[in-house]
Every structure is written in structure tokens, then in C-alpha cells.
């Protein structure tokens, strides 16, 4: 079992910044790859951004030019700095780790952490 802690998020007004944190509690090499989604009242979950381990990152376009991922191998950390922020981009934040165990792969998901972005 692999868990997952994340923190960051909050409350901001547009145009501004936060950033998320997820840290998880899995083997550095057994991670295939972290991300971030989120979901907003009434939606379905959505791909925000994910770094697949040794890749690059890849972006919803709605976030690029605005977040940035990141990982810290060393730890099984990964980052979402957040800019410019809109109200759309209001949501809960939720932190994906993908852990390869032999031939089993397994998704691995945080609480979730609130975004709030007021006008």
C-alpha cells in the first residue's frame, strides 16, 4: 500500500500563485510516474498535469504556460507551482502516483486538497 500526503492549496485571489505538494510513501524505483488531477463541483476528474519518471512533463492545455511540474527523485516528491491563477481553476487538487510492482502496476491517490480561486 502506497499513501499519499499532499499539502499547499487554499485560498487566492486571481492572478495568483500557489503551490502543492505531494510526497509518497512508495520505493523511488518502483514509480513509474507522478501527476496531479483535479475535479471541480460537478465534473468528472481531470489530468492536470504528470511527469512519468525519467519523461518529460506533459499539461492539460488549459493549465499550460500557467502550472509547472516537478519531482524531486530523491524523495518521491512532486510539485505543482501554480500561476496566474483563474477561477476556473477552482477545484480539488487530488496527487497520482503510479507504482510498478513486478508485472502489476498499481495507481496510488492522495485526499484531495482545495483550490479556491475567487474573482
Known amino acids: 500500500q502506497v499513501e499519499l500526503l499532499e499539502s499547499g492549496g487554499g485560498l487566492v485571489q486571481a492572478g495568483g500563485s500557489l503551490r502543492l505538494s505531494c510526497v509518497a510513501s512508495a520505493s523511488i524505483s518502483r514509480i513509474a510516474a507522478m501527476a496531479w488531477y483535479r475535479q471541480a463541483p460537478g465534473k468528472q476528474r481531470e489530468l492536470v498535469a504528470s511527469?512519468?519518471?525519467?519523461?518529460?512533463?506533459n499539461y492539460a492545455d488549459s493549465v499550460k504556460g500557467r502550472f509547472t511540474i516537478s519531482r524531486d527523485n530523491t524523495k518521491a516528491t512532486v510539485l505543482l507551482q501554480m500561476s496566474s491563477l483563474k477561477p476556473e481553476d477552482t477545484a480539488v487538487y487530488y496527487c497520482?502516483?503510479?507504482?510498478?510492482?513486478?508485472?502489476?502496476?498499481?495507481?496510488?491517490w492522495g485526499q484531495g486538497t482545495q483550490v479556491t480561486v475567487s474573482s
Open positions: 497520482n502516483c503510479r507504482v510498478v510492482d513486478g508485472w502489476r502496476t498499481g495507481d496510488y
Open positions: 511527469m512519468p519518471t525519467g519523461r518529460s512533463a
